[in-house]
């Protein structure tokens, strides 16, 4: 059988609401051998039937995090935040830790994992970061617009087999504080965390930039979403 990756669907609430999900998130789960799961909005307890029925889960990008979550005022410059989002998503986060769950989180995922679990946030890295490099291009999306640093004895060096990449951009929130049992294991330039991974427990996996919108052009990105799958059959192989 093939792993099955439960991805949360991204919400709008304007209007009549609507749940939505980017395609290539889905392409790159079903390129690496695993079966999206894609759901919207549940109950607590519809969400662990969700999560003892699969072997892993992807978090994906979307909007600001509010920053009542890390126990801080909204900064100026925050952008639109979704309290039933992120609700989702914290427990989402912390039922998964708790099940066993491998997770790989994009971009806001990351954010979220890191709040979720006890962690903190820059809320605007141009007005928060000295000597701030541009984290939001004007690029196409699958151009890698400036550089990551890998911790060479972290997860992520070993999965990517390189020190050093090249990565696209679109934020201006960043991990601030690390969640307990967390490390940082990427930085750009100007300090700004890029990829945090789990220390122990269950495999975790966080980056700031967006590997689905990169493969065509870079295939090493890949690799985050087939160490995904390959965690989920670990998972699927021990129930």
Request: glycine content about 10%.
């Given at each position: 059988?093939?792993p099955?990756?439960a991805?949360p669907?991204?919400?709008?609430w304007?209007g009549a609401?609507?749940f939505?999900?980017?395609?290539?998130?889905?392409?790159?789960i079903?390129?690496?051998g695993g079966?999206?799961?894609?759901?919207?909005?549940?109950?607590?307890?519809?969400?662990?039937?969700?999560?003892a029925?699969?072997?892993g889960v992807?978090?994906?990008?979307?909007?600001d995090?509010?920053?009542?979550?890390f126990?801080?005022?909204?900064?100026p410059?925050?952008?639109?935040i979704?309290?039933?989002?992120?609700?989702?998503d914290?427990s989402?986060v912390r039922?998964?830790?708790g099940?066993g769950?491998?997770?790989l989180?994009i971009?806001r995922?990351?954010?979220?994992?890191?709040?979720?679990?006890?962690g903190?946030?820059?809320q605007?890295?141009?007005?928060q970061?000295?000597?701030?490099?541009?984290?939001a291009q004007?690029a196409?999306?699958?151009h890698?617009?400036?550089a990551?640093?890998?911790?060479?004895d972290?997860?992520?060096?070993?999965?990517m087999e390189?020190?050093?990449?090249?990565?696209?951009?679109?934020?201006?929130?960043?991990?601030?504080?690390?969640?307990?049992?967390?490390?940082?294991?990427?930085?750009?330039?100007d300090?700004v965390?890029?990829a945090?991974?789990?220390?122990?427990?269950?495999?975790?996996?966080?980056?700031q930039?967006h590997?689905e919108?990169?493969?065509?052009?870079?295939p090493?990105?890949?690799?985050?979403?087939?160490a995904l799958?390959?965690q989920?059959?670990?998972?699927?192989e021990?129930r």
């Amino acid at each position: 059988m093939q792993p099955t990756i439960a991805i949360p669907l991204c919400h709008e609430w304007q209007g009549a609401g609507k749940f939505y999900m980017h395609q290539p998130y889905v392409d790159r789960i079903l390129e690496a051998g695993g079966l999206p799961i894609l759901f919207p909005f549940l109950a607590e307890q519809q969400l662990q039937s969700v999560l003892a029925s699969v072997h892993g889960v992807l978090l994906p990008g979307g909007i600001d995090v509010d920053a009542a979550l890390f126990g801080e005022e909204p900064h100026p410059k925050c952008g639109e935040i979704n309290p039933l989002w992120d609700a989702m998503d914290v427990s989402l986060v912390r039922m998964a830790r708790g099940m066993g769950l491998p997770l790989l989180a994009i971009c806001r995922g990351i954010q979220i994992l890191n709040v979720a679990l006890g962690g903190g946030l820059v809320q605007d890295i141009p007005s928060q970061v000295p000597r701030a490099i541009q984290h939001a291009q004007d690029a196409p999306r699958w151009h890698g617009s400036h550089a990551v640093h890998i911790r060479r004895d972290s997860k992520l060096a070993s999965l990517m087999e390189t020190s050093s990449i090249m990565v696209n951009s679109f934020h201006h929130q960043a991990v601030g504080r690390l969640a307990p049992g967390f490390n940082a294991s990427a930085h750009a330039a100007d300090g700004v965390v890029e990829a945090i991974e789990s220390s122990a427990g269950p495999f975790a996996l966080g980056v700031q930039w967006h590997p689905e919108l990169m493969t065509a052009r870079q295939p090493l990105m890949q690799r985050l979403f087939g160490a995904l799958v390959e965690q989920a059959k670990l998972t699927e192989e021990r129930r």
